[in-house]
């Protein structure tokens, strides 16, 4: 049975350690959730955290893909910025073990990422 979960509602943005979030805003001209800068001061990288319907068991999740956009704005006279490094994903067990994806940073400012849900690619 094929399920697809797809909504903007109820997402929150983080740094790694979850220490503070912020609602994001939706752009008006693109519809898509986006945060400023100013709205998470000295955090380096964010994180999204999924809404309900993304947690819990997944188990028939395996072997299903998870797609997102990355994209960003630089701002005019902004010479300071720098990518972000990390995990792409990182997946938090209940049990409170921490799984990341990807050491990626991006040179384009708008780009699609696939990952397919499988045991591959991940690390502790």
Same mark, same amino acid.
């Given at each position: $049975?094929?399920?697809?979960? %797809?909504?903007?509602?109820?997402?929150?943005?983080?740094?790694? %350690?979850?220490? $503070?979030?912020?609602?994001?805003?939706?752009?008006?001209?693109?519809?898509?959730?986006?945060?400023?800068?100013?709205?998470?001061?000295?955090?380096?990288?964010?994180?999204?955290?999924?809404?309900? !319907?993304?947690?819990? %068991?997944?188990?028939?999740?395996?072997?299903?893909?998870?797609?997102? $956009?990355?994209?960003?704005?630089?701002? $005019?006279?902004?010479?300071?910025?720098?990518?972000?490094?990390?995990?792409?994903?990182?997946?938090?067990? !209940? %049990?409170?073990?921490?799984?990341?994806?990807?050491?990626?940073?991006?040179?384009?400012?708008?780009?699609?990422?696939?990952?397919?849900?499988? !045991?591959?690619?991940?690390? !502790?």
């Amino acid at each position: $049975r094929l399920y697809e979960v %797809n909504t903007l509602a109820n997402w929150l943005i983080s740094d790694a %350690n979850v220490s $503070r979030t912020v609602l994001p805003s939706v752009d008006p001209d693109t519809g898509l959730l986006s945060v400023g800068n100013y709205e998470l001061p000295g955090v380096d990288s964010y994180y999204w955290l999924a809404p309900a !319907e993304y947690l819990g %068991n997944k188990l028939t999740s395996y072997g299903a893909t998870l797609t997102f $956009r990355v994209s960003w704005v630089v701002m $005019r006279g902004d010479t300071s910025g720098k990518p972000t490094m990390g995990p792409d994903i990182i997946l938090v067990g !209940e %049990n409170g073990v921490q799984l990341g994806y990807g050491e990626s940073w991006y040179h384009q400012n708008n780009m699609s990422v696939t990952v397919q849900l499988v !045991e591959t690619g991940w690390y !502790e």
